[in-house]
């Protein structure tokens, strides 16, 4: 359970509701400080569309990330979202025997 309330839509002014097009969670707690939450999107589209680093590195690095943190939610969300950049079931496979010290695709 949250210690903050999930905003919805509704409960934006005109100019913010746009930023909880995709409600999930956090996006729905910073929410609750609606310049943060048009930052912090800002940000997120900067690092997702604009930033040099390939894409499908940049999901594996997130992917990684939430494996050795132990983050399901930032893991999970980051499965779909990878597939956009190419990422694979074989590349996920590769990145858990990575962290077990297997060989893979990554050494």
Same mark, same amino acid.
């Given at each position: 359970?949250?210690? +903050?309330e999930h905003?919805?839509?509704?409960?934006l002014? =005109?100019? #913010?509701?746009? $930023? +909880?097009?995709?409600?999930?969670? +956090?996006?729905? *707690?910073i929410g609750n400080?609606?310049?943060a939450?048009r *930052? #912090? #999107?800002e940000?997120g589209?900067?690092?997702r569309w604009h930033?040099t680093?390939?894409?499908r +590195?940049? %999901? $594996?690095? @997130?992917?990684? *990330?939430?494996i050795?943190?132990?983050?399901d939610y %930032?893991f999970?969300?980051?499965?779909? @979202?990878s597939r956009?950049?190419? *990422? =694979?079931? %074989?590349?996920i %496979?590769n990145l858990f025997?990575?962290?077990d010290s #297997?060989d =893979?695709i990554f =050494?």
């Amino acid at each position: 359970m949250s210690r +903050l309330e999930h905003i919805n839509e509704d409960d934006l002014d =005109t100019d #913010h509701k746009h $930023l +909880l097009a995709r409600p999930i969670n +956090l996006f729905r *707690v910073i929410g609750n400080s609606p310049g943060a939450l048009r *930052v #912090h #999107h800002e940000f997120g589209e900067w690092i997702r569309w604009h930033c040099t680093l390939d894409g499908r +590195l940049r %999901e $594996l690095i @997130i992917l990684l *990330v939430g494996i050795l943190k132990r983050s399901d939610y %930032e893991f999970s969300h980051h499965v779909e @979202i990878s597939r956009q950049f190419g *990422v =694979t079931d %074989e590349d996920i %496979e590769n990145l858990f025997a990575y962290i077990d010290s #297997h060989d =893979t695709i990554f =050494t």
